[in-house]
């Protein structure tokens, strides 16, 4: 795509700092590094968002992931957790759209990087959730 950012990294229109490359995958340091070594992971493939991946490319994409992490993990000894974060359109914060996943090394619970998830377990009876998982499953393919 002529006009994503990533295409361009993979193309080398654009400089980056590769950690990781094969015929799939490209991993290159984020440009913000939210935290030291956060990493992204893309497909050479353009593809939006998870909504566009086939089995193939989401087992080629997802099995790098541990290798990756392991060497990120082994980079620094101060590493002690790392979150990794796929972000899917523009409303689950995407802001390039040209599917990437971040790995984002954690040093402490102070750094500048926070997940919070709300509790609406309240909210949902037994009955809903199990029509909730049904509906789910009928999509299934």
Not at 25 to 33: E, R, S
């Amino acid at each position: 795509m002529e006009d994503c950012i990533f295409c361009k990294i993979i193309n080398r229109e654009i400089p980056s700092h590769v950690v990781y490359e094969d015929e799939d995958v490209l991993a290159f340091l984020d440009i913000t590094q939210v935290t030291k070594g956060h990493t992204l992971l893309i497909p050479k493939k353009h593809v939006s968002d998870i909504f566009e991946y086939d089995q193939n490319l989401a087992a080629t994409l997802f099995s790098r992931i541990p290798k990756i992490a392991k060497a990120i993990e082994s980079s620094d000894n101060l590493i002690k957790g790392m979150n990794i974060v796929n972000n899917n359109r523009e409303v689950a914060y995407q802001t390039v759209f040209h599917s990437h996943v971040h790995l984002i090394p954690r040093y402490d619970k102070k750094d500048d990087f926070s997940m919070r998830f709300g509790n609406h377990m309240e909210d949902y009876s037994a009955a809903e959730l199990a029509t909730l998982a049904r509906s789910i499953q009928a999509h299934i393919k």
